[in-house]
């Protein structure tokens, strides 16, 4: 069984350097809904197609194969929120950084936590494993992460992804 997974495209938005805490949440939150930046695509083979239910995946994989794809539960992205609440401007890198340092040690300040993001990946590999179908998943950079060190858990031949750019590509798989 081969599992493909593809980090959806560069989205389309941008941000200040410096931010309070309101605008990065805002951010966070246009992130989610704007559109993606077409790109070359890449020569994949024709296996099922599975995408997060989040729009900037599902136009990625709609701009590389003419298809959709079927919505795969649990593999969207994390989204979060600024780390503290404050009205004082800092680096957007900061808030990137403290977020998901937060996010990492299941703060409660994060919308959601390692352990939660690592519990509804494994169930989606879990539904991948049971198809038993070679696959494509165009899905997100941390769930890419994640995802990556459950299959390896599971058997998986390939490597454990800590950083994918935008239309990267990871490869899997087991003999099932």
């Known amino acids: 069984m081969k599992i493909i997974l593809v980090r959806h495209y560069k989205v389309n938005i941008s941000h200040k350097s410096w931010l309070n805490s309101t605008e990065y949440s805002d951010y966070c939150q246009n992130y989610n809904i704007c559109p993606v930046i077409d790109q070359e695509p890449p020569t994949l083979p024709e296996y099922k197609l599975y995408t997060s239910y989040m729009d900037r995946a599902k136009e990625t994989a709609r701009l590389i194969t003419g298809k959709i794809g079927e919505e795969l539960d649990g593999v969207y992205e994390v989204t979060f929120n600024g ?94």
């Open 83 to 176: 780390f503290l609440k404050s009205n004082r401007k800092l680096p957007f890198w900061l808030w990137e950084l403290l977020a998901r340092i937060q996010w990492y040690f299941n703060s409660k300040k994060q919308k959601e936590s390692l352990d939660s993001t690592r519990e509804r990946i494994e169930k989606a590999s879990d539904y991948l494993i049971e198809k038993n179908e070679d696959c494509i998943v165009v899905m997100h950079s941390i769930a890419i992460k994640v995802m990556s060190r459950v299959l390896k858990k599971k058997g998986f031949k390939g490597k454990k992804i800590f950083y994918i750019n935008n239309g990267g590509i990871a490869y899997f798989e087991n003999e099932i």
